[in-house]
Structures are given as structure tokens and as C-alpha cells.
């Protein structure tokens, strides 16, 4: 059993229909902190965290098949503010409706941490719930952080955060959201290897831009196929005598779509870390197109604004686009010439050009 705990949303949307502040995506646009800071009386008597979103420049549905992903870490970000009370109580409040019943997030990562004392605390969000960036790991680290998780060594926080996950939605999600919120690097990618767990950062080009574009429908793992993929791969993986499709070869799997997507993807990873690093982002870009067609084509989790969203950033003069995360909804990633990035913004007004930020931690005077 979850341990029960107080836990209430206020603002929200009543925020925005009182017309306090604008809103994007459901979501108010002003920095969570500020946001907080407006409701604490005396906010310096609190401890702060966050944690942020994160973006997927390549490499989907391959973390829970032991293999490659190369996320970034994103200026969207939920944010706790907490201070310790004495009865060992877990009291928060959002000022967002962070997730569907985000309570159960809370629940689980108390589970998982199992806090030595309770805490009262007040959160919000900038991540959209449903976007595919990661809403629901930057909630999981950054309550885990108000928690005292941050005793935990990074790749342990994460790991303890994808059980919260699981325990929360009882999707069996992989690894990389939580430890890309956890363990990214400003101006990096972060190189994830979900066999070994091993980290590696990769250096984003001055003249690169990541540019996100929302197609405006939302995905919710549960609702979607995502249990079902991972169980055919693993399936597929059992079938060839294979512990995971890691260990798989194109000539293995030629006849398989799923599989097929998982071997060429972990290899596109390779190839994306590897033009970074020289920075050939006109490759990154052919890298994307080519990974869009396979999550489309092979593993089937695009959608038709999704797939038209890739085709519209190319003629606004990205490089290449894909959708991002798990798909069935959510965004799609562009990489473009920074001098381009407001060309696509006057085609996109609502798209997000982002820098790869910091992993979560700590605040200090916020
Ligand atoms: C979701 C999951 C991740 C990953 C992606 C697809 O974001 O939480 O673990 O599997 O989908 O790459």
C-alpha cells in the first residue's frame, strides 16, 4: 500500500482565468519560482529544488530494450519548495495540474525514498503534461530531491525515480526521462547507454538549434500502445535467444519492423553523437528524417500532425525533424542553423527553441 498523503492543487487554471498570467499549452508561462514565491509568506524558511524537462534529440523506444538515447535537458522545469515538518508528513500543494491525479507521483516517490522526516511544500510546473518532454520524471526527481533523494548517487535518484514511475502509471517505462532530468549537462546531450548505464556528453554546436513544435494532441502512455511495443520486443528478443534486442543484428532482424526500428535507431544514436561532435548538423538533421520514418513506419507510434509537423519544419528550413519521446502524440524535435530559428518561429509562433540546461539540484537563493 502507498502511503497517504495531503496533497492539493490550487491556482491552475484559476490563475489563468482570472487572467493573472498568460498561458501556454494550459500551462502558465511565468517561471515556476516566481510563481512560488508569490504564495510562501516567508519563502526564505524554505529548502528549493528542480528538476527539469528534457527533449529527445535521437534514439526512442530503444532505453527499454537496453540500448542508446541522446536527450538534452530543457529550460521547462517543475520546481518544490519545502521545509521540514516534525509528525513525518508529506504535505504539497501544486499551483498546477502537473499531471492527471499528479498526487500519485507524489505517493509513489515517498514510497521509493521513504523520507527520514515529512515535509510541508508548495510545487509547480513549466513542463506540459503530455507534451512528451518529461513531466511526469521532472515531478518524480524534484519531489525526490524536497525528499532528501539527493543523498542518492545520480544514477541511483534516477533509477528509484523510474520506480516511482512504474508504481505511479504502471507503464514499464525506460530509464532515460528520469536520468536525463536528473544527470544532464548545459550545452550537452547526454550519450545514455540503458544496458550499462554508463553516461557520456556530448557537445552541442554553437550553430545549432533545437527547435520543439507541440502538435497540440496529448499522449498519455497508459492510453497508448507503449506497454504492448515493449513486450513485443522483448518477445522478439526471447525468440532469437537474445537478452535484450541490444544484442540483436540488422540481419536478425530484417523481417521484424519493431526490432528493425530498435537496431537502426541505437545505431542513428552512435551516428548523431558522432556529427555533433564535428558538428555536421545538416547530418543530424538526415539522421532525424531517417528516424522519423523508422518510428513511423517500423515501430508505428507517429500520427498524422506529428508526421505533417516534420514535413512543415523541413520546408521552414530545419535541417531535419522527428517526433520525440514516446509518440502517439506529444512533440516533434527539429535541428536547424540558429540563423533560421526565427524563420520557424514566425511559421511556428508557439514553438520552443531551447539550449541544453543543467540536470536538476538544489536552488540556492531563488
Ligand atoms: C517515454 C518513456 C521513456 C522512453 C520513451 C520512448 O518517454 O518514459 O522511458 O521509452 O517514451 O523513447
Request: hydrophobic share 45%; net charge negative.
Amino acid at each position: 500500500m502507498l502511503a497517504r498523503i495531503r496533497s492539493r492543487c490550487i491556482g491552475g487554471q484559476s490563475d489563468a482565468a482570472c487572467g493573472e498570467t498568460p498561458t501556454e499549452y494550459g500551462r502558465p508561462i511565468a517561471v515556476p519560482v516566481s510563481r512560488i514565491r508569490r504564495v510562501l509568506p516567508s519563502p526564505e524558511e524554505y529548502r528549493w529544488f528542480r528538476a527539469p524537462g528534457r527533449v529527445n534529440l535521437m534514439g526512442d523506444h530503444t532505453d527499454y530494450n537496453g540500448g542508446l538515447v541522446l536527450p538534452i535537458a530543457i529550460g521547462l522545469e517543475c520546481v518544490v519548495a519545502v521545509r521540514p515538518r516534525d509528525d513525518g508528513e508529506v504535505s504539497l500543494r501544486s499551483l498546477d495540474v502537473v499531471e492527471d491525479d499528479w498526487t500519485r507521483y507524489v505517493d509513489a516517490v515517498r514510497e521509493v525514498i521513504a523520507p527520514a522526516r515529512g515535509v510541508d511544500g508548495v510545487l509547480a510546473s513549466s513542463v506540459p503534461p503530455g507534451s512528451g518532454l518529461s513531466s511526469s520524471a521532472a515531478l518524480e526527481v524534484a519531489v525526490a530531491l524536497a525528499l532528501g533523494g539527493g543523498g542518492l548517487a545520480p544514477v541511483e535518484l534516477a533509477l528509484a525515480c523510474q520506480r516511482a514511475e512504474h508504481l505511479a502509471t504502471g507503464v514499464p517505462s525506460g530509464v532515460m526521462d528520469q536520468l536525463a532530468s536528473v544527470a544532464s549537462r548545459a550545452d550537452r546531450a547526454l550519450l545514455i547507454d540503458c544496458r550499462s548505464l554508463e553516461l557520456r556528453y556530448v557537445r552541442i554546436p554553437d550553430d545549432a538549434a533545437i527547435v520543439v513544435v507541440h502538435s497540440g494532441v496529448p499522449r498519455t502512455l497508459e492510453r497508448s500502445a507503449y506497454s504492448e511495443r515493449r513486450a513485443a520486443c522483448e518477445q522478439i528478443a526471447t525468440v532469437l535467444g537474445l537478452g535484450s534486442l541490444r544484442d540483436a543484428t540488422l540481419d536478425q532482424v530484417l523481417d521484424e519492423p519493431l526490432a528493425r526500428h530498435v537496431v537502426t535507431e541505437n545505431a542513428r544514436v552512435e551516428q548523431t553523437a558522432a556529427a555533433l561532435e564535428i558538428g555536421n548538423i545538416v547530418r543530424v538533421g538526415e539522421l532525424m528524417l531517417e528516424s522519423h520514418a523508422s518510428l513511423r513506419d517500423d515501430y508505428r507510434v507517429s500520427t498524422p500532425e506529428l508526421d505533417l509537423l516534420v514535413e512543415q519544419l523541413v520546408s521552414a528550413g530545419a535541417h531535419g525533424a522527428r517526433l520525440t519521446g514516446a509518440g502517439f502524440g506529444g512533440c516533434v524535435v527539429a535541428i536547424a542553423p540558429r540563423k533560421t530559428a526565427t524563420d520557424i518561429a514566425r511559421v511556428f509562433p508557439t514553438a520552443w527553441t531551447f539550449e541544453a540546461a543543467n540536470g536538476a539540484g538544489p536552488l540556492s537563493q531563488p
